[in-house]
């Protein structure tokens, strides 16, 4: 009996983990008549009162240009062709076209979007039913016949508000009971769980008063994403990169901004990754602001937005500086990443602020990642270390891992000059290896993880592998972290210790000390991806002869190699070849040994790169010259001193 009581109490302690107690208060009953999601007919009324307004009109022409790119030259009149990722085109074509119609007062465009209701209606199988595809097509149904109702014949009425239920009880039925990856703990911290259960809840929001099982729908809803909330990364930073970030962000606010007549907005104004991430979005956008830093599967553009999910952060937060950055980065793109949220979610009364008094650096802790730059200035440089695990440390405490977007790359570092890239990370890649980051492999193993398309979970659920926590200190001038990194590899040819340490000094001089005591004799590969532009000049390699940025390596018994590399990325579902030059060190020890590694500005040009005056190994200790001074630095104690 005791032993059974244990067990209904370690049972009872998981679902705890699993699903945190949210106190919720919210009143569904408030979803009354039409229109409800995310306006009813009085604020409807004031958005149409904008829609002459400089800023606005614009909002507005891109929405109908975007829902007309979208649909294509004519309505699909079935979706046979379609799978899970395109259906999501003709589907979020009626979402904006329907957006279009409701506040342009448009009566025209409505006969397309009534084509593209009757085409979704009349197919009941929308790529399968459980996923993205059927997401945005339920999700695209919900609000058309939510903001399109009193346009709407009685028979395409009932024809759409049928097919609502029918797919949001196969969406309901994923959840509950777990049958698919995407609704299991694997997938709490996945951008498909987001958009799958946000296009549950606005099925709910649109139906609810005339179907008895919205209410429920709702509340699985609401149940996932307590506990999705729970896990999201508090210093608001991203695993799956910039490009997820903005795709899964922009779906999470899908859902709270609906619900927010029913239960307000705390859920939002509490959570430590809704404060923070506005700010790592800026700290992660590239000198100029068009492009983002690019790391797991995400590539050098959002994949929506970011206005409207920073318009959306600025006014829940009263942040200047997420408004000022919507602005900066749609004046960038030319209005070409305007979404019709921007429209719903812009604040005028938010004054934006620019970043330029605020530090230039910035640690997000969870994910262990570090963005340093020498300025906010369009030809700054930008500096990226990534030192924490997968996930973070709060989901890797709690027992939770999600594959899919994520690299095997702790320990990766990149170095913009601008926007252009001297070290460079792999992208979205069909294969996901160790080898294509700038880290260590031993006798040809990367980290666990690595070898398929997706991250590969199995280790980190066995408990195979051993997570430290990064040391850091923060001078006036420059950034210190350094980690262990052993723990991230098999046993097999696990090394008795890595410890990377990375300074960034002023954000335009990084260096990195590799210390390594490997576990017997082993073949230690460190390959560094760099700039096509990267060539062998003054005993180190320039990487840009204008901006007179150079690398310097110290190696020691290393054999060194410097090649043109080339692989095969598929970011936004194309092949796309990606390539520069790759320096690689290789050796062979059973004994301890450390690198170092530099990129900079020497002060000379980059044909006369000299940057390391001396490397004390048995010291842990360099002295460095640089364009912006000589300094003396002890990686024992992650100290930097100008001399």
């Known amino acids: 009996m005791r032993s059974k009581s244990l067990i209904v109490a370690a049972y009872c302690f998981i679902a705890l983990l699993l699903f945190p107690v949210v106190s919720s208060a919210a009143d569904y009953t408030v979803f009354k008549g039409h229109p409800r999601l995310y306006f009813n007919k009085s604020k409807l009324a004031s958005l149409r009162a904008l829609k002459n307004d400089p800023l606005y009109s614009t909002i507005l022409n891109n929405v109908r240009i975007r829902s007309?790119?979208?649909?294509?030259?004519?309505?699909?009149?079935?979706?046979i062709r379609f799978d899970?990722?395109?259906?999501?085109?003709?589907?979020?074509?009626?979402?904006?076209?329907?957006?279009?119609?409701?506040?342009?007062?448009?009566?025209?465009?409505?006969?397309?979007?009534?084509?593209?209701?009757?085409?979704?209606?009349s197919d009941s199988n929308w790529a399968g039913n459980n996923d993205l595809g059927a997401a945005h097509t339920l999700f695209a149904l919900s609000v058309a016949y939510d903001w399109l109702y009193d346009d709407l014949s009685s028979a395409l009425r009932l024809m759409a508000?049928?097919?609502?239920?029918?797919?949001?009880?196969?969406?309901?039925?994923c959840l509950n009971t777990r049958d698919i990856?995407?609704?299991?703990?694997?997938?709490?911290?996945?951008?498909?769980?987001?958009?799958?259960?946000?296009?549950?809840?606005?099925?709910?929001?649109?139906?609810?008063?005339?179907?008895?099982?919205?209410?429920?729908?709702?509340?699985?809803?609401?149940?996932?994403?307590?506990?999705?909330?729970?896990?999201?990364?508090?210093?608001?930073?991203?695993?799956?990169?910039?490009?997820?970030?903005?795709?899964?962000?922009?779906?999470?606010?899908?859902?709270?901004?609906?619900?927010?007549?029913?239960?307000?907005?705390?859920?939002?104004?509490?959570?430590?990754?809704?404060?923070?991430?506005?700010?790592?979005?800026?700290?992660?956008?590239?000198?100029?602001?068009?492009?983002?830093?690019?790391?797991?599967?995400?590539?050098?553009?959002?994949?929506k937005g970011p206005g409207a999910i920073l318009r959306c952060l600025a006014s829940i937060f009263n942040d200047g500086h997420a408004q000022w950055l919507a602005q900066r980065v749609e004046e960038e793109k030319r209005g070409r990443s305007i979404l019709w949220q921007d429209y719903l979610w812009n604040n005028p009364d938010i004054t934006p602020i620019s970043p330029d008094t605020l530090p230039t650096f910035e640690w997000?802790?969870?994910?262990?990642?570090?963005?340093?730059?020498?300025?906010?200035?369009?030809?700054?440089?930008?500096?990226?270390?990534?030192?924490?695990?997968?996930?973070?440390?709060?989901?890797?405490?709690?027992?939770?891992?999600?594959?899919?977007?994520?690299?095997?790359?702790?320990?990766?570092?990149?170095?913009?000059?601008?926007?252009?890239?001297?070290?460079?990370?792999?992208?979205?890649?069909?294969?996901?290896?160790?080898?294509?980051?700038?880290?260590?492999?031993?006798?040809?193993?990367?980290?666990?993880?690595?070898?398929?398309?997706?991250?590969?979970?199995?280790?980190?659920?066995?408990?195979?592998?051993n997570v430290s926590k990064p040391n850091v200190n923060f001078g006036k001038n420059f950034q210190a972290v350094e980690v262990e990194l052993s723990g991230y590899y098999p046993v097999s040819i696990r090394p008795k210790s890595w410890k990377r340490c990375i300074i960034v000094l002023?954000?335009?001089?990084?260096?990195?000390?590799?210390?390594?005591?490997?576990?017997?004799?082993?073949?230690?590969?460190?390959?560094?991806?760099?700039?096509?532009?990267?060539?062998?000049?003054?005993?180190?390699?320039?990487?840009?002869?204008?901006?007179?940025?150079?690398?310097?390596?110290?190696?020691?018994?290393?054999?060194?190699?410097?090649?043109?590399?080339?692989?095969?990325?598929?970011?936004?579902g194309k092949s796309i070849?990606?390539?520069?030059?790759?320096?690689?060190?290789?050796?062979?020890?059973?004994?301890?040994?450390?690198?170092?590694?530099?990129?900079?500005k020497p002060t000379g040009n980059c044909a006369e790169n000299k940057m390391i005056e001396s490397f004390n190994r048995a010291k842990d200790s360099a002295v460095i010259v640089c364009k912006s001074g000589k300094y003396r630095i002890n990686f024992s104690t992650l100290s930097v001193e100008k001399i």
């Not at 979020?92 to 979007?113: M, W």
């Not at 790759?582 to 990129?599: A, D, K, Q, V």
């Open 68 to 79: 007309k790119a979208l649909v294509g030259a004519r309505v699909p009149n079935n979706l």
């Open 577 to 600: 070849p990606r390539g520069g030059m790759l320096y690689s060190s290789t050796r062979t020890t059973s004994n301890l040994f450390s690198m170092l590694t530099i990129l900079g």
């Open 506 to 572: 002023n954000g335009t001089d990084m260096i990195i000390r590799d210390k390594v005591i490997p576990s017997g004799k082993t073949e230690v590969y460190y390959p560094l991806h760099l700039t096509r532009k990267a060539r062998q000049m003054g005993g180190g390699i320039c990487l840009d002869y204008g901006q007179g940025f150079a690398l310097n390596f110290d190696g020691a018994d290393s054999e060194l190699s410097l090649r043109r590399y080339s692989i095969l990325t598929r970011p936004m």
């Open 364 to 465: 997000f802790d969870n994910l262990g990642i570090l963005l340093s730059r020498s300025s906010w200035k369009d030809d700054a440089s930008l500096a990226f270390f990534k030192a924490g695990p997968p996930q973070g440390l709060l989901a890797h405490s709690k027992g939770f891992y999600s594959g899919s977007h994520i690299h095997p790359d702790e320990g990766h570092f990149g170095f913009w000059s601008g926007r252009n890239p001297l070290a460079m990370d792999d992208g979205y890649v069909l294969k996901k290896l160790s080898t294509s980051h700038n880290i260590l492999t031993f006798d040809k193993l990367g980290q666990l993880g690595e070898g398929g398309t997706w991250f590969q979970l199995a280790d980190y659920k066995k408990g195979n592998v």
């Open 181 to 303: 990856w995407w609704a299991q703990p694997r997938g709490f911290m996945q951008n498909h769980n987001y958009v799958n259960s946000a296009a549950l809840a606005i099925a709910g929001i649109a139906l609810y008063g005339q179907d008895p099982r919205a209410e429920k729908w709702l509340k699985t809803a609401e149940k996932n994403f307590d506990t999705v909330s729970s896990l999201l990364s508090p210093d608001g930073a991203s695993h799956e990169g910039v490009g997820y970030w903005s795709y899964g962000t922009l779906w999470l606010l899908n859902y709270y901004m609906a619900l927010e007549p029913a239960q307000g907005l705390e859920k939002v104004k509490l959570n430590p990754f809704f404060k923070n991430t506005a700010k790592f979005r800026l700290y992660a956008s590239l000198p100029g602001f068009h492009y983002n830093i690019d790391y797991a599967d995400s590539p050098l553009v959002d994949y």
């Open 84 to 121: 899970m990722n395109s259906l999501r085109r003709p589907a979020d074509g009626l979402t904006n076209l329907a957006f279009y119609c409701t506040v342009s007062e448009d009566k025209i465009s409505l006969s397309t979007a009534f084509d593209l209701i009757r085409t979704f209606c």
């Open 161 to 173: 508000k049928d097919s609502i239920a029918e797919h949001a009880e196969i969406l309901y039925k």
